[in-house]
């Protein structure tokens, strides 16, 4: 027996969520319903709203329907995804055998972004390349390392037509990297050599994970990837080379992050404009796109970095749902230098169990058709447009770069990112929420110094892991004394979040009743309800002072509490009540 269930309108939705908001208080008698959803909106960070709640109303007609170009994977193998694996340890032995590990192991792509020229004789030994993908990394060095990939080649006996994978040349993301001057003409050469003796071996990336790392957001990487694109087709067609050949030489690199709605609208929204930059050039056949997505830098933390497993499975999900061509997922103890053969073998496995065990290859553009992932797309595309169209309006990225037009637009939006991540309206599980003071960080390896002379590279858990890494340093453990009034359930909730706060910059904390001592010198954070805190926290501020503590804390909002410094409360600026604990303290900066 079957029943017909009533279907909600979204009046009802509306009614029902007013109630809440007025019992939170966040929405008063006068608020009317159809006001519910904007209370609860939020703002990305390219200045659209995200709205909690989408329907039939909301849909934009995209270019393409969902399922149909420009909307399906580029590039994949068979509906798979490329699986690439990338290895930054410059020692060839090490890596010679990481790379077989991977292949042995269900790679079928190598990602070499720490090979000199000179060492991938070494570092290939043993790797067929006529069935593994290599993409280069060199840099400024392309095309010797291009030549010395070519010579193990032939000294495998391998044709070069059937070489696969990509050169790396991408003189403007080495320029945005490094501040080293472009060199488009070297990478036109490769481009003309690749179409003529390795059409399999793409010659050129359009690296964006840079603009990423200095603290971008979605529209402002996809602006540069496409205006980057554009400068690159250009260069080709001064070399001669036809516009459909040019396109096929050509993938681009995104960030994937753990927000995995904006990963798959990001990477729909790139072959949405791709499309649209093919159609104007005047391309006679659609050309997808090849993307290759790598797990977010910038999200990986140094503290609890198991947290980043979950991290770059949800960033691997988004990239394969979003239809990347190939991904990358970056090891989970990444911030820490050189990863482990452990940790290299679950990013792999990462990525063979969304595959062979998730399936998620078998169905084509699964998010498309939902009301907001199109929404999302169709916004985040409009945003990279304009965003594109004011780096070409200045003279193109070149230009863009050098004129410091790129690098203040990234620095205002890495501005608005860092004040949020340091009022944890941004949280970082296991960093600045929930961080666990006893943890053991696994042992550190060398980390790689960052690029001198181009834009900064951000993780953004960074100022709380400064702030860990002080107190880690401290003579002494620092610690706050959570002074509580009344029972458990009126300081309980307090306690909790006052505690979490201080953990956050490696501050330790022991809760004190209002009645006993704490000793001179100390910080102390009172903790109760609102009401107690009428009625009690004077006289208690007041003990405190007698008793020499060094500086009061309340926890809760400002509300004419006398006696006390300075408040904590949700919302605060958490690095600022850290770094001033830490001073009050005597801990060294």
């Known amino acids: 027996m079957t029943r017909d269930f009533p279907v909600p309108a979204i009046e009802d939705w509306q009614r029902l969520t007013l109630s809440v908001l ?221 516009l459909t050949r040019s396109l096929d030489q050509l993938e681009f690199r995104y960030a994937a992050t753990a927000d995995q709605f904006a990963t798959i609208a990001k990477l729909r929204a790139a072959r949405r404009l791709w499309h649209r930059v093919t159609e104007v050039a005047g391309a006679n056949r659609q050309s997808a796109q090849r993307q290759h997505a790598v797990t977010s830098g910038a999200m990986m933390t140094a503290r609890d970095p198991w947290s980043n497993l979950l991290r770059t499975t949800l960033a691997c999900f988004g990239a394969g749902v979003g239809g990347a061509g190939a991904i990358t997922v970056q ?127 951000h993780r953004y858990a960074e100022r709380f892991e400064e702030l860990r890494r002080r107190a880690d340093g401290a003579t002494t453990a620092p610690v706050v004394h959570l002074v509580t009034i009344g029972r458990a359930s009126d300081h309980g909730a307090r306690v909790a979040f006052a505690a979490n706060l201080f953990a956050a910059g490696g501050i330790r904390t022991v809760t004190t009743a209002a009645d006993e001592p704490v000793p001179p010198g100390a910080v102390a954070c009172v903790c109760s309800s609102d009401r107690l805190y009428a009625e009690q926290a004077a006289s208690v501020t007041a003990v405190l002072r007698q008793a020499g503590a060094a500086k009061i804390w309340l926890a809760g909002r400002p509300g004419g509490q006398a006696g006390v410094d300075d408040h904590l409360y949700a919302g605060c600026d958490a690095v600022r009540v850290l770094e001033t604990t830490l001073d009050d303290l005597g801990v060294p900066r």
Request: aromatic content about 6%.
């Open 22 to 242: 007025r019992r939170s208080g966040r929405a008063d008698e006068n608020t009317a319903a159809g006001d519910a959803a904007d209370l609860l909106a939020t703002t990305t960070y390219d200045g659209f709203p995200l709205a909690p709640l989408y329907t039939s109303r909301d849909t934009t007609v995209p270019d393409g329907l969902p399922g149909q170009a420009p909307f399906t994977r580029g590039g994949g193998l068979g509906g798979r995804w490329d699986v690439r694996t990338v290895h930054t340890d410059p020692d060839p032995v090490r890596t010679a055998a990481a790379a077989r590990a991977d292949l042995h192991g269900g790679a079928t792509s190598l990602w070499l972004r720490a090979a000199a020229p000179e060492q991938l004789g070494e570092l290939l030994t043993g790797i067929p390349l006529d069935r593994t993908g290599i993409v280069l990394d060199a840099g400024t060095e392309t095309d010797k390392a291009t030549a010395a990939l070519l010579d193990v080649a032939a000294r495998q006996n391998i044709e070069p037509r059937v070489l696969r994978g990509n050169l790396g040349a991408d003189p403007y993301g080495a320029f945005a990297a490094t501040g080293i001057e472009p060199e488009l003409g070297v990478a036109a050469d490769l481009a003309a050599q690749s179409v003529t003796a390795h059409p399999e071996l793409r010659a050129l990336t359009v690296d964006v994970t840079t603009y990423h790392d200095a603290g971008g957001s979605d529209a402002e990487e996809l602006g540069c990837a496409l205006a980057t694109g554009v400068a690159y087709l250009r260069a080709m067609s001064d070399r001669g080379i036809p």
């Open 331 to 457: 090891p989970f103890d990444v911030a820490l230098g050189r990863p482990d053969e452990s940790a290299q073998r679950i990013a792999r496995n990462t990525q063979l169990i969304l595959l062979d065990e998730a399936h998620l290859h078998r169905v084509t553009d699964p998010a498309g058709g939902s009301w907001y992932v199109e929404s999302r797309t169709d916004e985040l595309a409009r945003a990279a447009w304009e965003w594109f169209t004011t780096i070409e309006r200045a003279g193109g990225i070149g230009t863009a770069l050098r004129s410091g037009l790129v690098a203040d637009r990234l620095a205002a939006t890495w501005e608005r990112r860092a004040t949020r991540v340091a009022r944890r309206q941004d949280a970082i599980t296991g960093v600045s929420e929930f961080p666990d003071l006893d943890e053991q960080v696994p042992a550190r390896h060398a980390v790689p110094p960052a690029p001198v002379g181009g834009l900064p590279r």
